[in-house]
């Protein structure tokens, strides 16, 4: 079955600990990308790769990192949570590059950092 | 920068009448857009899109949006809500640098 994965689906944290949320398509798709949802917000994005080592900034950048070593998998990465960055978290791909290309997302992760 | 706006964070109809879900686009080139809906602890599955062409655009559940460039709108209607329509929806619009810009998001709601 076509789908992206993520994981944890949920994660309790303490601030200053860092963690590593994984998320990995088997779709075979170019593109990836991390958002954020946050009530009234909408979804904002965090991170995107438009391809294996190419990572591009999205709105909401600060105190996150992201990589991309291999086409199926881009974890996202905070190196010392904040309370602040207590959201949603999608991952989402999608096979072109092209701007009329429909996103897939995964699941969600809901993150808590106290 | 492009934004969306969608009125209405919660939007409650009864089982059988209109659904009519409002969103509006600033673009300063022609927009690609699209609508997404998000199903309790799912992620967001797309509804529909318009890219060039015909402005009326159908999508899966029986929803359509209509593109209106010179309101920059891009409303959600449905002729008939069913109790499974029950979710938040999210327009979007598509800019510069391969990122799309979502709206704050609709919570629909259907009563029996």
């Known amino acids: ?114 | 920068a492009q934004s969306v706006t969608q009125l209405g964070s919660h939007v409650s109809v009864s089982e059988g009448a209109l659904v009519l879900l409002r969103c509006n686009y600033s673009s300063s080139v022609p927009p690609y857009l699209f609508w997404y809906v998000q199903y309790p602890n799912q992620g967001l599955q797309l509804l529909l899109k318009y890219t060039t062409g015909a402005t009326l655009v159908k999508g899966i559940n029986g929803f359509e949006a209509e593109f209106k460039k010179s309101e920059t709108s891009f409303h959600l209607t449905k002729p008939s809500a069913h109790m499974s329509d029950a979710a938040e929806y999210f327009c979007a619009v598509h800019n510069a640098g391969n990122m799309l810009t979502f709206g704050g998001g609709t919570r629909l709601m259907v009563k029996p």
């Open chain 1, 1 to 114: 079955e076509a789908q992206v994965t993520q994981n944890p689906r949920y994660l309790i944290t303490v601030t200053g600990k860092k963690l590593t949320v994984t998320c990995s398509q088997n779709m075979n798709h170019e593109y990836m990308s991390w958002y954020r949802q946050d009530p009234g917000l909408g979804l904002r994005q965090i991170y995107y790769s438009m391809n294996v080592e190419v990572t591009d900034k999205g709105d909401v950048p600060e105190g996150y990192k992201v990589s991309r070593k291999e086409k199926r998998n881009f974890p996202l990465i905070l190196e010392s949570p904040s309370p602040n960055q207590t959201s949603l978290y999608f991952c989402a791909s999608k096979g072109s590059t092209s701007y009329n290309s429909p996103l897939h997302f995964g699941n969600g992760t809901r993150l808590t950092v106290t």
